[in-house]
């Protein structure tokens, strides 16, 4: 199975300050058809995890454009342009590029 | 309005059974992937079973292989996984989960359920 690894697990920030985490895979996640499979989830406390970002970098519905994605391959980053008290919980990193499924260990994301 | 609504979970004895279902509304069913995804008790997301929109392809992780079987009714616009030989390691939240309606994996799990949760314990 693949492997996905986020860092930081713990992230403090400061509202309207910029976020980053970081995931990266053990396997390559760009398929044949060139595309990289690669989401991104928030798991607001007591809520169910929400798609955020999916392929890379493309917006879920109603997702605000302060959030970002970008990479490909193995190295993959979620950015948050400038953090709200919205914005905490737990967010995780899906690999889409073999089935089951995988996700990485979550960064929990907190206002100092 | 979209919703998945889980049912069916509860404390099991070790070794025991149980069977979830998902009720989906506010969406064609049939044509989209669904999924079982669960949370242990404070730790992250496993995604355990995956079944195509015509249920012709089921994809289980590892550790529920031989154990954990999904399957869906279409024409009930429902969701099921049929749990046995549990053990305490598959105490979780149990969540129902959407995927695409297109393609030949889970690209992407759009919309999830609240959640049900499965204890395994004598």
């Known amino acids: 199975d693949i492997v996905l690894t986020q860092s930081p697990l713990s992230l403090p920030v400061t509202p309207g300050e910029p976020a980053s985490i970081s995931c990266r895979s053990s396997?390559?996640?760009?398929?044949?058809?060139?595309?990289?499979?690669l989401d991104w989830y928030l798991q607001k406390p007591g809520q169910s995890p929400q798609l955020l970002i999916k392929y890379v970098s493309y917006r879920a519905s109603g997702v605000p454009d302060r959030f970002s994605g970008s990479g490909a391959g193995t190295d993959f980053t979620l950015k948050i342009s400038r953090v709200e008290a919205e914005d905490v919980g737990v967010y995780y990193c899906?690999?889409?590029?073999?089935?089951?499924?995988?996700f990485g260990q979550g960064t929990k994301v907190e206002i100092k | 309005e979209m919703q998945l609504v889980e049912s069916g979970g509860g404390l099991v004895q070790p070794g025991g059974s149980l069977r979830l279902s998902c009720a989906a509304s506010g969406f064609t069913f049939s044509t989209y992937w669904m999924s079982w995804v669960r949370q242990s008790p404070g730790k992250g997301l496993e995604c355990v079973a995956n079944i195509k929109k015509d249920g012709s392809e089921k994809y289980y992780v590892d550790s529920v292989k031989g154990r954990f079987t999904i399957s869906r009714d279409n024409a009930k616009d429902s969701l099921f996984l049929q749990m046995n030989s549990l053990t305490a390691e598959d105490t979780a939240v149990y969540y129902c989960a959407r995927g695409p309606d297109f393609g030949d994996r889970i690209d992407f799990l759009e919309y999830w359920g609240q959640g049900i949760l499965v204890t395994v314990s004598s």
């Open positions: 396997q390559s996640l760009l398929d044949t058809n060139g595309h990289n499979y």
């Open positions: 899906m690999q889409a590029r073999q089935i089951p499924p995988t």
